[in-house]
Each structure stands twice: as C-alpha cells, then as structure tokens.
C-alpha cells in the first residue's frame, strides 16, 4: 500500500530534525505497528516509524504520559 500525504498535511520534518526523532526499543516485536516520537520544547511530536518523512502531529506532554499509560495497561 502506498500512502501520500496530503500538500496540507504536517510533516515529521516540519516539526523536528531526524536527529530529534526516538523509537522505542520495544517497537521490534515485528508487527509494524511502531510509532517515534519527538520531544520538542512544548509539544511532543508523533509519527509512524515506517514513513519517517511522512505526517505527523503534536500532542501536550500530559496527553502523550496518559497514552503511554494506556498503551502499558492494555498492550496495544
């Protein structure tokens, strides 16, 4: 499958440097499903690791603790 993204669309790029983005190390159990993130001053910035210079967006520090809390809880 091949995905594009939309003109308009917010890029990894446009939110931080490669150097920036981190994948988690528990993201190698081979399903595909690994997301890397970016610390930024404010924000913390999203992406899908296999599309690293695809879209991607921003959610608040708090927003992204209550998710990795969810993500532990449930093994998603």
Request: glycine share 6%; proline share 8%.
């Amino acid at each position: 499958m091949t995905h594009t993204t939309p003109a308009s669309a917010t890029t990894a790029y446009d939110l931080a440097p490669e150097s920036a983005w981190r994948t988690s190390s528990y993201s190698n159990d081979g399903s595909g499903n690994c997301v890397s993130v970016a610390h930024l001053p404010t924000t913390v910035a999203v992406r899908d690791s296999k599309q690293p210079a695809g879209p991607a967006f921003q959610i608040s520090p708090t927003a992204f603790t209550t998710f990795i809390g969810f993500a532990k809880d449930t093994r998603i």
